[in-house]
């Protein structure tokens, strides 16, 4: 049973545009998320978090915005740059417990 | 600052070998984890400790053992492999409980 799911397999957007990743959790009692970025070859690194307290963050040209009546969350990349080209994937836990990852969405950012 | 270090990077096996998948961080976490990663699914928790001595199933438990002699390393053990174990395997660590994770580099498995 897929607690966090990310229904878009890829996404492909042009440089300088925006990216919007989106992701979907179906557990209530989750209260923080977190968004990592995979390039090939390589472990996942982590780009940014929201707790449930907040609707927004932001981080340079990041941003993640929580809907927590929709149970949605989403990862805003603007500017886009061919660097951001990867797989990013959505994690959510509830306090003290482990966290459930999406299966990523793959953003392909073409010059 | 190595972060956190998985060894081998590929490994084949064959069905019913045993073997050992070697992870080291060096950031002094208390927390370790090991994920599964299959292709098109999210990272599932094999296993995961709260600190040296202490370890716990994930969602992903059986087919594999775990121990946590010391504060730097975590190795995940697999018996009798399976082919359902081939799998992108990641450990990772974090300071607390709902902190970040720092992943290794990934050690991919192929169980034949």
């Known amino acids: 049973d897929q607690q966090v799911k990310q229904n878009s397999p890829s996404l492909s957007v042009q440089e300088g545009r925006i990216s919007i990743l989106n992701c979907d959790y179906t557990?209530?009692?989750?209260?923080?998320f977190l968004w990592y970025k995979k390039y090939p070859a390589e472990g996942p690194t982590f780009l940014i978090s929201?707790?449930?307290?907040?609707d927004k963050n932001e981080d340079g040209r990041f941003t993640v915005f929580l809907n927590k009546s929709a149970k949605h969350l989403s990862l805003h990349i603007v500017p886009s740059q061919p660097g951001d080209s990867a797989v990013y994937f959505c994690?959510?836990?509830?306090?003290?417990?482990?966290?459930?990852f999406g299966t990523g969405t793959s953003l392909t950012v073409i010059p | 600052n190595a972060g956190v270090t998985q060894t081998p990077k590929f490994r084949i096996l064959k069905i019913g070998q045993s073997m050992t998948l070697q992870c080291a961080q060096d950031?002094?976490?208390?927390?370790m984890y090991w994920y599964r990663q299959d292709p098109g699914m999210g990272l599932k928790l094999i296993y995961y400790?709260?600190?040296?001595?202490?370890?716990d199933k994930g969602e992903v438990p059986n087919g594999y053992n775990v121990s946590r002699s010391t504060t730097e390393d975590f190795p995940l053990r697999l018996e009798l492999a399976a082919p359902s174990q081939t799998s992108v395997y990641f450990c990772?660590?974090?300071?607390?409980?709902?902190?970040?994770?720092?992943f290794g580099e990934g050690s991919r498995l192929t169980v034949l």
């Open positions: 990772a660590s974090s300071y607390t409980r709902t902190g970040e994770l720092f």
């Open positions: 557990n209530s009692m989750f209260d923080y």
């Open positions: 929201i707790s449930s307290i907040k």
């Open positions: 994690a959510a836990s509830a306090t003290g417990n482990q966290f459930y």
């Open positions: 950031m002094n976490h208390n927390y």
């Open positions: 400790s709260v600190g040296a001595g202490i370890t």
